[in-house]
Nanobody
């Protein structure tokens, strides 16, 4: 099994930046993709950004393109999400997620591993 631990959330004013990190441990050899899924109060869960296992392909939901950047440090098994030009609508709980074997980056469900989540709050 893969264990995921997020860090880096917090509160920031609009136009500010945050960087989320996700440390993966355990059986990571079969990981086909990893990424970030967020959930805002009263809204459905949303796939924000995903990265293929080889680090060559990315997916971003339209609302974050040009503002967020997903990357991975393969030797350290750490996934990052650099979030710039944050908006109040980016507020939510951000979960790191991983999927084994086969992955569609824009639709990674069902996810095989979830982190505990890290809260991001953007004030106007």
């Amino acid at each position: 099994q893969v264990k995921l631990v997020e860090s880096g959330g917090g509160s920031v004013q609009a136009t500010g930046s945050l960087r989320l990190s996700c440390a993966a441990s355990g059986s990571t050899d079969d990981t086909a993709c990893m990424g970030w899924i967020r959930q805002a109060p009263g809204k459905e869960r949303e796939v924000v950004a995903f990265l293929s296992g080889d680090g060559l392909t990315t997916y971003y939901t339209e609302s974050v393109r040009g503002r967020f950047a997903i990357s991975g440090d393969d030797p350290k098994n750490i996934l990052y999400l650099q979030m710039d030009s944050l908006k109040p609508e980016d507020t939510g709980m951000y979960y790191c997620a991983a999927k084994s074997r086969v992955c569609r980056l824009n639709d990674p469900y069902p996810v095989d591993a979830w982190g505990q989540g890290t809260q991001v709050t953007v004030s106007s």
